[in-house]
T-cell receptor, first 112, second 116 residues
Framework: DAKTTQPTSMDCAEGRAANLPCNHS???????VYWYRQIHSQGPQYIIH???NNETNEMASLIITEDRKSSTLILPHATLRDTAVYYC?????????????FGTGTRLKVLA | DTEVTQTPKHLVMGMTNKKSLKCEQH?????MYWYKQKAKKPPELMFV???????INESVPSRFSPECPNSSLLNLHLHALQPEDSALYLC???????????????FGPGTRLLVL
């Protein structure tokens, strides 16, 4: 079962901020949230991860709610090359080992 | 360098063939993964190796046989596959399985497999 819920698709105008939400209401206290994106037919690319505090790197910002049940990935100035499927991922315990659980992802289309 | 390489890029095989997929990383990572991805679906975990030992097998059919000969190399041996096994096969690696930054996975470009 997917541990995350994301909108199926979103559009964003080029140059504007893209805000991609994710619900992870069953996340446990010490688990991280990871964000990846997958451009058509390529391998997923790591974007950012966080635990409790908001995080920022050269690609994006991650805002995590205080109760940790949801997060938002922000691409501050979307470009056409940001068109991709964005996955919000949490880990789950399986047979004594943690593994990534991919949700269905959000298909972001950046429009010129 | 955060590169994971996979060969071949494309593979076409018959149902009676035996073939292997190869994955390599030189980042000193000790965890390696195989995923299967069907069109318009998220990747599905197949196997996880940690320190060259199989850590997770997600009930994958025995016609898929993983192998981790050393910490840099991961193979997936294929035998008697079915047409429904056609998919993109992704390899990934991470420093280890302890979470946070250490478990950030870096993916290869994948091998696109077609079974006829």
């Amino acid at each position: 079962d997917a541990k995350t819920t994301q909108p199926t698709s979103m559009d964003c105008a080029e140059g504007r901020a893209a805000n991609l939400p994710c619900n992870h209401s069953t996340i446990s206290g010490n688990e991280y949230v990871y964000w990846y994106r997958q451009i058509h037919s390529q391998g997923p690319q790591y974007i950012i991860h966080g635990l409790k505090n908001n995080e920022t790197n050269e690609m994006a910002s991650l805002i995590i709610t205080e109760d940790r049940k949801s997060s938002t990935l922000i691409l501050p100035h979307a470009t056409l090359r940001d068109t991709a499927v964005y996955y919000c991922i949490v880990r789950a315990l399986s047979s004594g080992t943690y593994k990534y659980i991919f949700g269905t992802g959000t298909r972001l289309k950046v429009l010129a | 360098d955060t590169e994971v390489t996979q060969t071949p890029k494309h593979l076409v095989m018959g149902m009676t063939n035996k073939k292997s997929l190869k994955c390599e990383q030189h980042m000193g990572h000790r965890a390696m993964y195989w995923y299967k991805q069907k069109a318009k679906k998220p990747p599905e975990l197949m196997f996880v190796y940690s320190y060259e030992k199989l850590s997770i097998n997600e009930s994958v059919p025995s016609r898929f046989s993983p192998e981790c000969p050393n910490s840099s190399l991961l193979n997936l041996h294929l035998h008697a596959l079915q047409p429904e096994d056609s998919a993109l096969y992704l390899c990934a690696s991470s420093q280890d399985l302890t979470g946070g930054l250490q478990e950030t996975q870096y993916f290869g470009p994948g091998t696109r497999l077609l079974v006829l």
